[in-house]
């Protein structure tokens, strides 16, 4: 089939908790979406873990639902972090282990004490956490060195799907626990330094593009179809957004708050958060997700028994001031734009007087805050994107706008992972891209200045007193 009667392309999102896929026309227009839930299993305290045939499954049924027909592309992305061990076939060798998992907490703390923590971000830009590929490669060498032993690729979730899919063993390079961001390929001294060598073999190769081909029709695509393992979830989402100039950010008010900027350098700042390799060279995504983002909200509003239904009028009703908010409502602390695992959220300036709807609106503008301190580290000196659900409230979009001192482009595509990873795929074939998703833009009407500068003096106060460990 000649590319030029293929002007669809399909996206795939394997997400945490469910899988959606989308079919999008050559204009950008989202012709069809399907999705269907997973399980994530809390199989003991601070372990979470995946059945890999479940998840692979849940592709083949949106796939199934969607009917998209010849495409010129399938992309996938999907969730990043974590370890999924598999044979040579694709097939898994244990559970895969969540990037929510904290079974490698120890391995963590060790290499902090140690400094190869602080040595993997200075070399990398990268800063490992308990749910990391490196640290669970680690865990399983020393905990489950037979399972290794079994395996022929620790991966990534969207390259275990890609692999069952097409047959094709590869990573791109956003997916590299061990790269070294001038090679864009495996850090070989890396490895060593972290007793890894021996496990290289389980590393799949690194590729510019990875594109395999459908080996069984499926949904109405023919076997041949090109599939292609585009970057996992954050650059898959700031490819959709449009985040294409350095300086440009994205920010996704989700249930954490997502903050990236694409930049020409590698992060060496404060050592937190993900340098991100992106497919076009000497282009990287700083990208710092704060632990909490709408998950804060929703705390408070079950506090008084409110739930987002109430959030117009609380918003509309509230007056933040005499109130201070520090939203590190996380259990585990802090990740960006510093690494803090025993922060804790502060409300100062309570009093009879307090209303819910000052909290909410006090809340929200914390949050905000949040996003400003990650923003502005990561280097955001361009257009900002944002969606997620803390942007389906205009009254907080508004927030966000006036706190951040800059317009808002709020995307109107809430499947942006999808559309990005439909945009790789088309790029790797060699198609014409989707056009950039439209946007509602929002500008800022009033300023938030001073009392962001008293939310960093509060920060730094607070770090000072939070212990260094649990």
């Not at 990043?80 to 061990?85: C, P, R, S, T, V």
């Not at 830009?125 to 060498?141: E, Q, R, S």
């Not at 198609?431 to 509060?458: G, N, Q, V």
Request: charged share 20%; aromatic share 6%; proline share 7%.
């Amino acid at each position: 089939m000649k590319r030029s009667e293929c002007a669809h392309a399909v996206g795939v999102d394997v997400g945490t908790t469910v899988t959606k896929a989308v079919v999008f026309a050559a204009d950008g227009t989202a012709l069809r979406r399907a999705a269907r839930p997973t399980v994530l299993c809390r199989t003991g305290p601070g372990r979470y873990e995946q059945d890999t045939e479940v998840v692979t499954a849940s592709v083949l049924a949106v796939l199934d639902e969607l009917e998209p027909g010849p495409v010129a592309a399938v992309g996938v992305t999907g969730q990043g972090d974590g370890l999924w061990a598999v044979d040579e076939a694709g097939h898994s060798v244990r559970p895969a282990i969540s990037w929510l998992d904290a079974r490698a907490a120890d391995i963590v703390a060790e290499w902090t004490a140690s400094g190869l923590l602080r040595h993997m971000f200075d070399r990398t830009g990268n800063l490992p956490f308990a749910g990391n590929a490196g640290p669970l490669l680690a865990w399983l060498d020393r905990h489950e060195p037979a399972t290794l032993g079994r395996a022929a690729t620790a991966a990534y979730c969207k390259d275990v799907v890609v692999q069952r899919l097409t047959g094709l063993r590869a990573t791109d390079v956003s997916s590299v626990p061990f790269l070294d961001p001038g090679t864009r390929d495996y850090d070989p001294a890396l490895l060593d330094t972290l007793n890894l060598a021996h496990r290289r073999n389980l590393l799949a190769p690194v590729l510019a593009a990875p594109v395999g081909e459908l080996n069984t029709a499926v949904g109405g695509l023919p076997s041949g179809t090109p599939v292609v393992s585009a970057p996992y979830d954050l650059p898959a989402a700031a490819l959709g957004a449009g985040v294409a100039k350095v300086g440009d950010g994205l920010l996704i008010a989700g249930t954490t708050l997502a903050c990236q900027v694409l930049s020409d350098r590698i992060g060496t700042g404060e050592p937190a958060g993900l340098t991100l390799t992106t497919w076009e060279p000497g282009r990287w995504l700083r990208a710092l997700p704060a632990m909490v983002g709408t998950a804060g909200l929703d705390w408070v509003l079950n506090l008084a028994g409110a739930t987002t239904d109430d959030l117009p009028a609380l918003l509309a009703d509230g007056d933040s001031t005499g109130l201070s908010v520090l939203p590190f409502f996380a259990e585990a602390g802090e990740r960006a734009p510093f690494v803090a695992p025993t922060a804790r959220a502060r409300i100062d300036g309570l009093h009879t007087g307090v209303t819910l709807a000052d909290l909410v609106v006090a809340t929200c503008e914390a949050i905000a805050y949040s996003a400003r301190h990650c923003l502005t580290a990561a280097g955001l000196d361009g257009e900002l994107y944002a969606g997620g659900g803390g942007m389906r409230s205009p009254a907080w979009a508004q927030i966000f706008a006036d706190v951040l001192g800059r317009p808002v482009r709020v995307l109107a595509d809430e499947e942006i992972g999808a559309r990005g990873a439909a945009q790789a795929a088309l790029r790797a074939v060699g198609s014409a891209e989707l056009p950039p998703p439209s946007t509602t833009d929002l500008s800022p009407r009033r300023s938030h200045d001073d009392r962001y500068a008293d939310y960093l003096t509060a920060v730094a106060n607070a770090r000072s007193t939070w212990r260094t460990a649990p």
